[in-house]
C-alpha cells in the first residue's frame, strides 16, 4: 500500500514536471516570457518541496544522495531566473524517481508471482511408500 502510493506521488510529480515544462514553453512560443517563467517554476516548485523532504528524510537516516545535487540545481536556476533549466532538471529528476519507483514495483510483483509458484511440500520416498510432507 505504502509503494503504490509512494508510486503515485511520483507520478503526480512527473505530471507536473511535464505540463509545467509544455506549458511554459508554449507560452513562450506565443512571446509571453512573463508567464512562461511563472509556468516553469510551477512546474518546479512541488518537485524541489519534495525533494527537500526526501533529502531531509535521508539525512536522518545518515544517508546523503545525488538528490542534493538535482535539488542545488534546482534552486540555484530558480535563484538566477533560469527558469527553463530549473524546469529542465526537474523533468529529469521526476522521471527518474518514476522509473526508478516503476521498475521496483515490477519487480515486487514478479517476485511475489515467484514466490507464489514455490511448492509447499515435497514428497518423501520410505521404502515401499511415498508421504507427502510439509517443507517446513
Known sequence: MKAMLADRANLA???????????????????????????????????????????????????VGLDIVAAMSMSAALIFDETLAAAVVALMYSGGTFLESFAAG?????????????PRTATLHQGDTLTEVALE
Open 13 to 63: 510529480l512527473l505530471a507536473v514536471a511535464l505540463l509545467g515544462l509544455l506549458f511554459g514553453l508554449g507560452l513562450m512560443a506565443v512571446g509571453r516570457p512573463g508567464a512562461a517563467t511563472l509556468a516553469f517554476s510551477g512546474g518546479v516548485i512541488p518537485v524541489l518541496a519534495a525533494l527537500l523532504v526526501e533529502i531531509l528524510r535521508s539525512l536522518a537516516r545518515r544517508e
Open 106 to 118: 515490477r519487480a515486487r510483483r514478479e517476485m511475489t508471482d515467484l514466490l507464489s509458484r514455490v
